[in-house]
């Protein structure tokens, strides 16, 4: 098995990483790069990696949740983020990929948290 993939490394140029679709950058982490691969992530998911500011990475598996993608790190948790902060990759611009095509799980609907605010009557100033 290992010969096989040593051949096809060596004489094919074959890449044996996922391919990388789209990719966002942020705080706390530093890039995290979503790809078209189900290795070891349970279907609908594909895999995804994570690179922290401190140099720190991990893999996980990534799934569309309505405008939200939903990574999953096991080291980590789960990290939310909106559609709109990924951009596509070249490869996923010749392939002519969205994230708009991305499978949307069947899992129960993303509950953002909300900052508690006071009621107007309780802040003694407006009194």
């Known amino acids: ?3 096989v993939v040593a051949g096809c490394t060596i004489l094919l140029g074959c890449d044996l990483q996922p391919s990388v679709l789209f990719v966002t950058s942020g705080s706390p982490y530093q890039v995290i790069q979503l790809t078209d691969a189900e290795e070891g992530c349970p279907a609908p998911l594909r895999v ?3 690179t922290l500011l401190d140099g720190g990475t991990s893999h996980g598996c990534w799934v569309r949740e309505h405008a939200y993608i939903r990574a999953h790190f096991d080291d980590l948790g789960d990290r939310l983020l909106p ?3 990924f951009r596509r990759t070249t490869l996923a611009e ?5 994230l708009d095509e991305a499978v949307a799980s069947d899992l129960p609907e993303v509950k953002t948290p909300s900052i508690p605010h006071p009621s107007v009557g309780t802040n003694p100033r407006s009194r």
């Open 1 to 3: 098995m290992m010969a």
């Open 48 to 50: 995804c990696y994570l």
């Open 83 to 85: 559609v709109t902060e």
């Open 94 to 98: 010749y392939r002519n990929a969205t």
